[in-house]
């Protein structure tokens, strides 16, 4: 008997990825798809499709994703964003995965990053790695607003096929997307009673551009390489911006 997979995934104004995505995870027996209340056609493209469609408010990453585990029909989950592409070698490779005798309970899958339609090797995503594939008795994510993890007590394994994660459509959007992640981490910091100073606002931006600029190697990448830790280290800026008007009560 071959095991079931659920596929799910959370979606939030994704029209252009939300087709391809159904197609490259069809081999999962379910596909479940937790929607934001998009404003574009993501639902109406998801419903030509047989998937179960589920819209919930986005309160943080964690939360929608926990919550889009607990309705799955199956133990073993497959989890990708809707811009990573899924070839079918690795999708062979899954569902060979999760029939072995005695699999891990959980993999991480290798994510190609391309950026201004460059592959990205360097700028500190030489090992970019993610927990892409598990067994949800075993595993929730870690309540991480953004930037969330799989956690779990069990060993992880590593498959070995790739998914290219094509996150970049135009440079408005993807610098919407940091400032949307810093906005999320801002209000974490907030709950924290974490105050923004000095040290925030110069040391760790400038921080974050010299680790991946020079520590991790984005000079390699070219000027890709310069404005991807660019505009990286910027969104360290504005996170401690926007903390700063949260206590401050500027919109």
Same mark, same amino acid.
């Given at each position: 008997?071959?095991?079931?997979?659920?596929?799910?995934?959370?979606?939030?104004?994704?029209?252009?990825?939300?087709?391809?995505?159904?197609?490259?995870?069809?081999?999962?027996?379910?596909?479940?798809?937790?929607?934001?209340?998009?404003?574009?056609? $993501? @639902?109406? +493209? /998801?419903?030509?499709?047989?998937?179960?469609?589920?819209? !919930?408010? =986005?309160?943080?990453?964690? &939360?929608?994703?926990?919550?889009?585990?607990?309705?799955?029909?199956?133990?073993?989950?497959?989890?990708?964003?809707?811009?990573?592409?899924?070839?079918?070698?690795?999708?062979?490779?899954?569902?060979? $995965? @999760?029939? +072995? /005798?005695?699999?891990?309970?959980?993999?991480?899958?290798? !994510?190609? =990053?391309?950026?201004?339609? &460059?592959?990205?090797?360097?700028?500190?995503?030489?090992?970019?790695?993610?927990?892409?594939?598990?067994?949800?008795?075993?595993?929730?994510?870690?309540?991480?607003?953004?930037?969330?993890?799989?956690? $779990?007590?069990?060993?992880?394994?590593?498959?070995?096929?790739?998914?290219?994660?094509?996150?970049?459509?135009?440079?408005?959007?993807?610098?919407?997307?940091?400032?949307?992640?810093?906005?999320?981490?801002?209000?974490?910091?907030?709950?924290?009673?974490?105050?923004?100073?000095?040290?925030?606002?110069?040391?760790?931006?400038?921080?974050?551009?010299?680790?991946?600029?020079?520590?991790?190697?984005?000079?390699?990448?070219?000027?890709?390489?310069?404005?991807?830790?660019?505009?990286?280290?910027?969104?360290?800026?504005?996170?401690?911006?926007?903390?700063?008007?949260?206590?401050?009560?500027?919109?």
């Amino acid at each position: 008997m071959n095991t079931k997979i659920s596929a799910l995934a959370i979606t939030y104004n994704e029209e252009d990825h939300i087709e391809n995505y159904i197609q490259q995870l069809s081999f999962a027996d379910e596909i479940i798809i937790v929607d934001s209340f998009s404003t574009d056609k $993501t @639902v109406e +493209l /998801a419903k030509k499709y047989n998937v179960t469609l589920i819209q !919930r408010k =986005f309160d943080d990453f964690s &939360k929608q994703k926990n919550f889009a585990i607990d309705q799955a029909n199956n133990d073993w989950i497959v989890f990708f964003d809707l811009d990573e592409e899924v070839p079918k070698a690795l999708a062979d490779e899954i569902i060979s $995965t @999760v029939n +072995l /005798a005695n699999p891990e309970k959980a993999y991480r899958v290798k !994510r190609d =990053f391309h950026f201004m339609g &460059k592959r990205m090797k360097y700028s500190g995503f030489q090992t970019d790695i993610s927990v892409r594939l598990f067994h949800k008795n075993y595993c929730r994510y870690n309540g991480k607003p953004v930037h969330e993890t799989i956690e $779990t007590t069990e060993n992880i394994g590593l498959l070995e096929h790739a998914v290219a994660h094509q996150t970049y459509k135009n440079f408005d959007n993807y610098n919407q997307k940091l400032s949307h992640y810093s906005r999320l981490q801002a209000e974490a910091l907030y709950k924290k009673n974490v105050r923004p100073n000095v040290y925030h606002f110069i040391f760790r931006p400038f921080y974050r551009f010299i680790h991946q600029y020079f520590l991790r190697f984005g000079f390699l990448d070219g000027k890709e390489g310069f404005i991807l830790c660019y505009v990286h280290a910027f969104s360290v800026f504005k996170r401690y911006l926007q903390l700063w008007t949260m206590y401050r009560k500027i919109d």
